[in-house]
């Protein structure tokens, strides 16, 4: 089967390369909003794009409605975002957190999840992630009106204690995007 993209959905082209592009990592992002509401959302459509600086990009789909997504608005508002890697024990959370909940609603409140501040300048952080990435706006590429691109640099990234290394050869288990499942070892 052959299929010209050009010829497809958005929808079908997400689950096209959704399912096909695995694993990937999730990135579990935190933002605030202008009036202080923390945004924390899962984003499987995530990669380091450039180690020098060090470059993300996170595609980001609208809400169901058609809407832009909270985490979307807040990185443009306030121009910071911070990437936490996801582990096995944060799974049921993680997922939680991808239910579209109303903009002026934490979901790291809704659904009892501990943030740590370790930056002050960036939101903060999923408190227990190994990893996390303090990174500021860059830019949003848009290539239709249904998802947009963003493009943060991270300025700092956080490495918890019990897994750094003076050589930076660590390994964590992080949770990765398989499809409609996830995987880690």
Wanted: aromatic share 10%; glycine share 4%.
């Amino acid at each position: 089967m052959v299929i010209k993209f050009l010829d497809s959905t958005p929808l079908a082209n997400y689950k096209i390369l959704s399912n096909s592009i695995t694993p990937r990592p999730i990135a579990w992002i935190s933002t605030i909003s202008s009036a202080g509401v923390v945004n924390l959302a899962p984003f499987s459509f995530f990669a380091p794009l450039c180690a020098t600086p060090v470059i993300f990009g996170v595609n980001i789909m609208n809400k169901g409605n058609g809407e832009l997504k909270d985490t979307l608005i807040n990185a443009k508002s306030t121009q910071k975002i911070t990437i936490s890697t996801v582990q096995v024990g944060f799974l049921e959370s993680m997922q939680q957190t991808s239910t579209e909940l109303p903009y002026d609603v934490s979901e790291a409140t809704q659904y009892a999840i501990p943030l740590e501040s370790v930056s002050i300048h960036y939101p903060p952080m999923v408190q227990g992630s190994l990893v996390a990435f303090f990174c500021e706006f860059k830019e949003i590429l848009q290539f239709n009106q249904t998802s947009s691109t963003l493009i943060v640099e991270a300025k700092e990234v956080f490495i918890h204690d019990n897994i750094y290394t003076e050589n930076l050869n660590f390994s964590i288990d992080n949770v990765g995007r398989v499809g409609k499942s996830f995987i880690y070892r």
